[in-house]
C-alpha cells in the first residue's frame, strides 16, 4: 500500500489541535442548585462514561478521510520468469566390479551401485527445469534415458539400471561412455553442458579412447565432472565358494585417478574421489551447488486505487455521529 499524494497526509496535524480544544471547551449551559451533594453519591452512567464516543467518531472520519484523499493505491506484482535450465548426462558405471560391497546404507553392508543409485536419485529430485539424461556403459555405452525433463520417468529408468551380468558384456569403456554423452549433448540449444561420470574402475576398453573423446567434448563445450568410487586397497566382494554358498572375499580393484583427473581438467570441470556414502553424498551436493540453473525475472507493479476503503468508513462515521448526536447523545440548552 502506497500514498500517492502524500502531502494531504499534513492535515492530520489538525487532530491534535481538536483534541486540545475539546478538552479545554467549557460548558456555558447549567442549572444553578443549592446543594448537590447528593447528585455527587450517584454513580455515573454507562451512557455518560461513552459521552466521548461522538468526538472519536468524528476524529475517526477526519483520519480516514485525509487517508482517502492521499491517494492510496494497492499495488499488485506480477513476475515474467524466465529460466535457462542447463542439460546434464548422467553417466554411471554397471561394470561387474560395482558388486564390492564396501559402502553401506543404514549400516548395512551394499554393493556400489545400489548406493550410487540411491545418491543420484536425490540428486535429480533436487534439480529443477534442467533436462537429465543417463548413459550406462560397461563393456558397451547405452542410452538409459535420454535428456527430458520428465524427471519421474528418469528415476523409473534409475531404478532399472542393474550390474551386467555376462561376462562378454563386462568391462570399462570410460572413452565411449563420454563419447556416447557427448553425442546426446552436441545438438542441444543450452549454453551449459554438464557430463557426471561416475566410474570405480580404469579404463579397460579402446573402441574410443578416452583422451579423444574428452578432446571432443572440450570443442562442444561440454565440461565434464569425473567421480571415482570406491575405498583404497582391497574390498569385499560377493563370490560363490565350493559348496556354493555366497561368501565375500578380498578383492583389490584401482581407479586411474590421474586420467579422471585429466579429463575433468581439460574440460572445466573437476575430479572427486567417494570412499563411503557420505562422501559420495556431498560430492553430489557439490556439484549440484555448483552447476545452478540461472534464472532471470522481470517485475512489473499494477496499481489499483484504494481510497474506497478509507473514505466509505469515514462516511459511516460521520452517519453515526449525527444520529447518536440527535438521538441518544442529545444535549439540553
Not at 37 to 63: E, G, T, V
Request: charged share 25%.
Amino acid at each position: 500500500m502506497i500514498f500517492n499524494d502524500t502531502w494531504f497526509l499534513l492535515i492530520l496535524l489538525i487532530i491534535p489541535v481538536i483534541i486540545h480544544f475539546y478538552r479545554k471547551r467549557t460548558f456555558t449551559t447549567s442549572i444553578k442548585f443549592s446543594d448537590i451533594s447528593n447528585l455527587k453519591k450517584l454513580k455515573p452512567s454507562i451512557m455518560f462514561r461513552m459521552r466521548y464516543i461522538l468526538i472519536i467518531l468524528r476524529l475517526a472520519a477526519i483520519f480516514l478521510l485525509v487517508l482517502g484523499l492521499a491517494r492510496p493505491q494497492k499495488g499488485v506484482e506480477n513476475s515474467k520468469i524466465t529460466t535457462e535450465g542447463i542439460d546434464i548426462m548422467l553417466a554411471i558405471d554397471v561394470s561387474g566390479s560395482m558388486r564390492a560391497m564396501d559402502f553401506t546404507i543404514n549400516n548395512k553392508r551394499t554393493d556400489r551401485l545400489e548406493v550410487v543409485k540411491q545418491v543420484v536419485h536425490d540428486f535429480i529430485t533436487r534439480r529443477v527445469n534442467d533436462r537429465i539424461g543417463m548413459i550406462v556403459f560397461a563393456r558397451y555405452a547405452y542410452t538409459q534415458c535420454p535428456l527430458t525433463l520428465d524427471y519421474g520417468v528418469l528415476l523409473q529408468f534409475l531404478d532399472k539400471v542393474q550390474i551386467v551380468d555376462r561376462q562378454e558384456e563386462d568391462g570399462t569403456a570410460i572413452g565411449s561412455a563420454i563419447a556416447q554423452s557427448v553425442k546426446r549433448l552436441k545438438d542441444t540449444e543450452s549454453k551449459s553442458k554438464v557430463l557426471i561420470l561416475l566410474t570405480d574402475g580404469m579404463n579397460n576398453i579402446y573402441d574410443i579412447d578416452p583422451q579423444t573423446a574428452t578432446e571432443i567434448a572440450k570443442t562442444l563445450g561440454v565440461k565434464i565432472y569425473t567421480v571415482g568410487v570406491g575405498t583404497h586397497g582391497e574390498v569385499p566382494y560377493p563370490m560363490t565358494d565350493m559348496l556354493g554358498r555366497q561368501v565375500l572375499r578380498p578383492v583389490r580393484i584401482d581407479i586411474d585417478e590421474n586420467s579422471l583427473k585429466e579429463i575433468a581438467s581439460n574440460t572445466g570441470g573437476m575430479y572427486f574421489r567417494a570412499t563411503d556414502t557420505r562422501s559420495l553424498e556431498k560430492i553430489y551436493e557439490q556439484i549440484d551447488k555448483l552447476e545452478k540453473t540461472e534464472t532471470k525475472s522481470n517485475i512489473y507493479m499494477e496499481y489499483n486505487e484504494a481510497f474506497a476503503y478509507f473514505v466509505l468508513p469515514a462516511l459511516g462515521f460521520l452517519l453515526l455521529e449525527i444520529v447518536l448526536a440527535n438521538t441518544r447523545f442529545r444535549k439540553i440548552p
